[in-house]
């Protein structure tokens, strides 16, 4: 994360190393002039998404400038080199030449790959013996880096974690805002529930005294029948 700001933090770490050791050195005879150029070559395993809108670039060098033309050297250069995007155009090209050489021993871990190096350069192979010795002594390895750098590190990693932590919360309040929806939903779907139970029930009612009127017809048509038969029987 943050490959832009973590280089400029790396590249003044180095230009202000250079500078107090070389102010300590000369003392009261210090010159600006002393003060050299400082280079920050990042080697990217995994490189960020923007590099990969260059899939035929793999070393991008860039320095500070001004859009008015203005020439000053302000010391710090960064080299950008994708070993991913290298290793896809090296599948495709092959080692074409010393440059590619030594990047494909930058980044280039699998047996068959190294032998081939190798072979095209031996010159690699007290490399690989100093590295294999260098990497059993980890701790040396992680001397490098400046205590400043280090506590940045550290810091970069909590920020990683903090933001983490707070996609979950807004991950949590949304699962709650959701259950929250789904029990309004239910609870509407309850209430519908319970009003066409009381529908069904009113229907329930409105059939029965249809039914008690059919009856009371019924009964109001034979007692109509039985009337026609006595006043029938009174006419003869």
């Not at 495709?92 to 790959?113: H, S, V």
């Not at 974690?161 to 807004?170: F, G, M, V």
């Amino acid at each position: 994360m943050f490959p832009g700001a973590r280089s400029a933090c790396y590249s003044a770490d180095l230009l202000l190393r250079q500078y107090k050791r070389i102010k300590s050195e000369k003392r009261e005879h210090f010159n600006y002039k002393d003060v050299k150029g400082v280079y920050t070559i990042v080697l990217f395993e995994r490189s960020p998404r923007e590099f990969h809108g260059f899939p035929e670039n793999y070393i991008h060098y860039g320095k500070q400038q001004f859009d008015t033309g203005l020439k000053m050297d302000l010391l710090q250069r960064y080299i950008f080199i994708p070993l991913d995007i290298f290793k896809q155009n090296l599948q495709n090209k092959g080692i074409r030449n010393d440059l590619d050489a030594w990047l494909t021993f930058l980044c280039e871990d699998e047996p068959g790959e190294i032998e081939q190096l190798i072979q095209q350069y031996p010159k690699f192979i007290p490399m690989y013996e100093d590295i294999y010795q260098l990497c059993r002594n980890m701790e040396k390895v992680m001397g490098l880096y400046s205590k400043e750098l280090q506590m940045m590190d550290r810091n970069t990693v909590q920020f990683m974690i903090d933001e983490q932590e707070e996609l979950i919360e807004k991950q949590r309040e949304q699962l709650n805002k959701k259950d929250e929806e789904l029990a309004q939903k239910s609870e509407q779907l309850s209430q519908k529930d319970e009003q066409l139970s009381q529908k069904d029930e009113q229907l329930s009612q409105k059939d029965e005294l249809l039914d008690q009127k059919e009856e009371l017809l019924i009964e109001k048509d034979r007692k109509i029948e039985q009337l026609e038969r006595l006043l029938a029987e009174k006419r003869k």
